[in-house]
């Protein structure tokens, strides 16, 4: 979020003495030309990919088109690589806990969108459902950063403290020449050379904004230390807005930036502390403004993380003070892997012992005739909770903050961790697992095993299908074995023939693909089947599979998606007429429907 309305303040009467346009290549050439290396810029993967993810249209609630996304994204790549630009990228891994009650006010927000949505879709109000893209395709979030990192060929980091504070943190250490974002908090911290703004990045003449620290430290007429506490009194991810809104009026009765903003910088002023905040000072000012002198902490802790990071304070558990040494060195591969982008976020954390998080998707909140995802998959994720804590016994649950319902929770729900019967036959132990020399058919063993409680796949006709199509075939039968009215054998038709046809399309043949308007049935299977993508993605992680052949671009597209479901239910359709009579589509659909439903007799 950054600083609760400064980019409004800051974007007024563009330009001024602390924001301007400027030209990308000129500035890297200037860099290039004063330090002799190359120029590189940090996008800032989070904020990047809405910007990125093209939202003109109101196409992304089918689920996303995933495969014209990696072309945008090799297209955003190749735009500052043709002006001498490499580009890097950092994504958010772990939800810093001081944070939870910012991420919590956000999915309630976002969460009344979604239900509004649902209400003009299911009363045909089509104009009022051609929403802007308020929340990313679940597909597209979860999976931008192997976009960048195996399509686009980038270093991609994942967080393990305030990804902000990181991002700037590695941009100053290796003099990094952008920062590129549209986050407030980059013209507080120390970082790169030049922070430029995404939202303003013209990729055609490649300029954009950036903004100046010390411009706007001259026109406030203000030191660094003041402005941190001014980032404070604004309202930011650490010092909540709502704790504010009391003390805004005292400048302005409607909350007016233009007058609340000025008015802070006087009052911040009128108290004439010199250097660096005391506790007493803070004490003094919590009093002041909230009536309350334990908020002098809020404050300490909101004005620290605008200061240099310290190893110290990133939350995360220090190896040396694991006693077990197996489940130490265990931590120390998926740390590696969980920084380095090689397995999905949410499984370092958990095996840390911080909660899972699930946000908000498209789907109806506010119908009790659907079963919510997140509790479609749980028993699975149990499973896969199993797997990561099996040498750790003394593990029996994890912290789940998933959102299932109209109401946000407000405590994290505990599941149990669920080992598979007899784990030990199937699991040689994480380290073997994640070992390149690790027989494949191990792991597919127990990959099978995990995936459903009672009937098994075939593991090694799993095997012999592999990667991408054991994905939507593993999807398609947890949710015939563990949810069983959720799908038709209509509904498997579809997910397959287009997972088998998307390889053949272009980007430019999706992009031709027309729909007249979204129906909420096809809208909730499509989220449906994306939640199970992305938490088979977590089991494959935890089997130690490498998941570049698993990627859903392979398989899914929201718009074939919509249109082969259109041709199944109102055409009446055919496999053959939906497999668009191609005789080796045909095959693989059958081959895949055999493993999702092995009882049906077949000719």
């Given at each position: 979020?950054?600083?609760?309305?400064?980019?409004?303040?800051?974007?007024?009467?563009?330009?001024?003495?602390?924001?301007?346009?400027?030209?990308?290549?000129?500035?890297?050439?200037?860099?290039?030309?004063?330090?002799?290396?190359?120029?590189v810029v940090i996008a800032d993967g989070s904020n990047c990919l809405r910007s990125i993810h093209d939202t003109a249209t109101d196409e992304w609630i089918l689920g996303g088109q995933v495969k014209e996304f990696v072309q945008d994204m090799k297209n955003f790549v190749a735009a500052f690589q043709g002006i001498g630009v490499r580009v890097m990228f950092f994504f958010d891994g772990i939800t810093q806990e001081q944070k939870r009650g910012e991420w919590l006010q956000r999915r309630g927000s976002q969460i009344k969108k979604v239900m509004d949505l649902f209400n003009n879709l299911n009363n045909k109000n089509v104009e009022k459902s051609k929403y802007s893209s308020f929340l990313l395709p679940?597909?597209?979030?979860?999976?931008?950063?192997?976009?960048?990192?195996?399509?686009?060929?980038?270093?991609?980091?994942?967080?393990?403290?305030?990804?902000?504070?990181?991002?700037?943190?590695?941009?100053?250490?290796?003099?990094?020449?952008?920062?590129?974002?549209?986050?407030?908090?980059?013209?507080?911290?120390?970082g790169a050379r030049h922070y430029l703004s995404i939202e303003r990045l013209d990729m055609a003449k490649m300029t954009t904004v950036t903004y100046s620290r010390e411009g706007l430290l001259d026109f406030l007429k203000i030191n660094q230390q003041q402005l941190f506490l001014l980032a404070s009194l604004l309202g930011n991810d650490t010092?909540?807005?709502?704790?504010?809104?009391?003390?805004?009026k005292r400048f302005s009765h409607t909350g007016y930036i233009f007058e609340v903003l000025p008015g802070i910088v006087e009052y911040i002023n009128k108290w004439n502390f010199i250097g660096y905040y005391k506790d007493e000072d803070l004490r003094e000012i919590a009093r002041d403004v909230f009536g309350d002198e334990n908020m002098a902490n809020d404050l300490s802790v909101s004005i620290k993380s605008y200061l240099p990071p310290s190893r110290e304070r990133t939350g995360i558990t220090p190896m040396n003070d694991i006693q077990d040494k197996n489940w130490q060195q265990i931590l120390e591969l998926a740390r590696e892997k969980h920084c380095f982008s090689q397995a999905v976020p949410s499984m370092y954390p958990v095996m840390l012992g911080k909660a899972y998080?699930?946000?908000?998707?498209?789907?109806?909140?506010?119908?009790?005739?659907?079963?919510?995802?997140?509790?479609?998959?749980?028993p699975l994720r149990q499973r896969i909770y199993g797997v990561l804590l099996h040498e750790k016994p003394t593990a029996t649950t994890v912290k789940e903050w998933c959102i299932d319902s109209k109401t946000i929770p407000t405590e994290p729900t505990e599941v149990s961790v669920m080992r598979i019967c007899n784990i030990e036959r199937f699991h040689p132990g994480l380290i073997k697992l994640w070992d390149e020399t690790c027989e494949p058919y191990c792991r597919w063993h127990l990959f099978a095993q995990s995936l459903?409680?009672?009937?098994?796949?075939?593991?090694?006709?799993?095997?012999?299908?592999?990667?991408?199509?054991?994905?939507?075939?593993?999807?398609?039968?947890?949710?015939?074995?563990?949810?069983?009215?959720?799908?038709?054998?209509?509904?498997?038709?579809?997910?397959?023939?287009?997972?088998?046809?998307?390889?053949?399309?272009?980007?430019?043949?999706l992009k031709d693909i027309r729909y007249q308007h979204a129906e909420p049935t096809v809208i909730h299977l499509s989220t449906i089947?994306?939640?199970?993508?992305?938490t088979v993605l977590f089991l494959l992680s935890a089997c130690?599979?490498?998941?570049?052949?698993?990627?859903?671009?392979?398989?899914f597209d929201g718009k074939l998606f919509q249109q082969k479901y259109n041709e199944a239910k109102r055409k009446r359709a055919t496999q053959e007429k939906l497999c668009e009579d191609k005789k080796e589509v045909l095959l693989k659909f059958r081959e895949m429907k055999r493993l999702v439903l092995p009882q049906i007799s077949w000719r």
């Open positions: 979020m950054g600083v609760f309305r400064l980019q409004t303040f800051l974007d007024r009467d563009v330009p001024n003495e602390y924001c301007w346009e400027v030209s990308v290549k000129e500035l890297a050439d200037e860099y290039r030309n004063e330090t002799g290396t190359d120029p679940p597909l597209i979030g979860a999976t931008g950063r192997f976009i960048a990192k195996f399509e686009c060929g980038c270093d991609v980091r994942i967080s393990i403290s305030e990804c902000d504070a990181e991002i700037a943190e590695y941009a100053q250490r290796e003099g990094c020449f952008a920062i590129l974002s549209r986050d407030t908090d980059f013209i507080l911290l120390d010092v909540h807005f709502h704790k504010l809104k009391h003390f805004h998080e699930l946000s908000i998707s498209l789907e109806n909140y506010g119908s009790s005739d659907t079963v919510p995802t997140a509790k479609i998959y749980q459903t409680e009672e009937k098994k796949l075939d593991a090694k006709m799993l095997e012999r299908l592999g990667l991408p199509y054991a994905v939507p075939v593993a999807v398609l039968f947890y949710l015939l074995n563990e949810c069983t009215e959720v799908l038709t054998e209509v509904d498997v038709d579809v997910i397959l023939a287009q997972a088998v046809l998307v390889r053949l399309y272009t980007c430019d043949n089947f994306n939640r199970g993508v992305t130690g599979f490498e998941l570049k052949e698993a990627m859903p671009w392979l398989y």
